[in-house]
């Protein structure tokens, strides 16, 4: 799970006196998740919608977390290493050999993977994550927390 915590802990009496604090709370934390939404949509084509439902919040009176739920989700924000496919495309030692489709364009290509495969055959080159979740913690420093603080003293 990937997690931003947004804490109001310690705010001057005066302030506090002066503002609903859970309400504040509720803002920059609906702001940070409509921005977080709004960055896959501008850069995620497939699954787009199911990244989008997987950003959660849980706001209370002073404090919120935003996270992100789902293993496919979090994969695609974190990224992932390097690994061996061999092992799972074997079914993890239920067949000695397999037929694996490996192209989707009008005339597919096969490829066979057997437990004489050479070692670096069918490794995964891993994939970068998109790491928006460090994009809307920024934001939240540079925007959405100094603007809506602003706000309050118009």
Known sequence: MTVIRLNILELPEMLTS???VEKFVRGITLEAVDFWRTLVGKRI???RELYQVAIQEVIG???SIIYLLGNEEV???VGFMRFDMKPGLLGHGRHLRRVIPVGVEAMPTFRTVSVN??????I???KEGLNLRGEVVEALQTDIIPRLT???FE
């Open 45 to 47: 084509t497939k699954n």
């Open 75 to 77: 994969r695609l924000e």
């Open 150 to 152: 602003h706000l309050l």
């Open 18 to 20: 002066a503002l609903d």
């Open 61 to 63: 009176e002073s404090s």
């Open 117 to 122: 495969s050479p070692p670096s055959s069918w």
């Open 124 to 126: 995964h080159p891993g």
